[in-house]
């Protein structure tokens, strides 16, 4: 269990606790319903397992692995009590989620390699990139990285504005051009400007909604390629954003982007306010890329280093 160090201090515990408020209560509700005058895990129980996981959102492929693994270890102890079904489900899904070879992070910044870091931020609209460029850069600077903002959601008119608002409150620069302008340049300048100053990290807003998604896979080579004149290992980090109010379809999305462009990390935001938070489960399991935040609220504190160990435990935990 090297994997699941207790890394997350008593707030941070606090804050997804209520950030996945929705989540257990659903979760919980039906859980007990789901052994309603049984003693035991039988049949029955697992059946209605099932039907629970299901309806949390944690998807079919990965709920059916979690049942097997119940199921084989129902077999193995003969006799399991329904009371101790929840320990059962919180070992066996950590268990499950540690097969997929990722390391938890630490801090924020653990994996800031290379100097200037350059992560790319992609997404479709309204799931929560600008608003996570912004608590990434407040949490990186907390942890005393320089960052420099890249405003390259050129499209939408408001999108400038919005990323400015969040480099004025957490105190970092950015690097923009007027609404319209070409992302790749906007882009170039901002990788560029991150050299010139010794930065440590650059994040670029992207936008999430083109006339059409070729367009938009397209615009988003073309930012990578003319980066890379700059920096050519650049970007080191696609951050992928999923809104995991959305379920199944954040599943869906992740299929596509991941098919269309490289993306080497994933964040789920919005994850306060959804009873779906079981989708973190089904993504964590069923992509190789790794979940490394989550977002659970609108203000700059609420973005967390994702845990499967903590996440699971919070979930299964009253
Ligand atoms: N409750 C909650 N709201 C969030 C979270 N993350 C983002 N939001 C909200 O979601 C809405 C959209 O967020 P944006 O950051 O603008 O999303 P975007 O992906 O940049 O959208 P486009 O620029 O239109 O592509 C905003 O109202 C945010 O406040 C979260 O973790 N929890
Ligand atoms: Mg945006």
New binding site residues.
Partial sequence: MSLFKRIFSKENKESLDKGLEKTKEGVFAKLSRAVVGKDKVDAEVLDNLEEVLIGADVGVETTVRIINRIEARVARDKYVGTAELNGILREEIAALLAENNTEDKAEFSGDITKKPYVIMVV??????????IGKLAYQFKAEGKNVILGAA?TF?AA?VD?LTIWSERVGVPIVKQGMGSDPASVAFDSVQSAVAQNADVVII?T???LHNKINLMTELTKIKRVMQKVIPDAPHEVLL?LDASTGQNAIEQAKHFTKATEVTALAL?????TAKGGVVIGISDQFKIPVKYI????KLE??LIFNRFEFVDSLFSS
């Fill in positions: 997404g479709v609209n309204g799931v929560g990139k600008t608003t996570t959601d939408r999108a919005q807003d936008a999430g909604r954003v935001t919005k994850l306060d306010g977002g659970i609220g609108e609420d973005l």
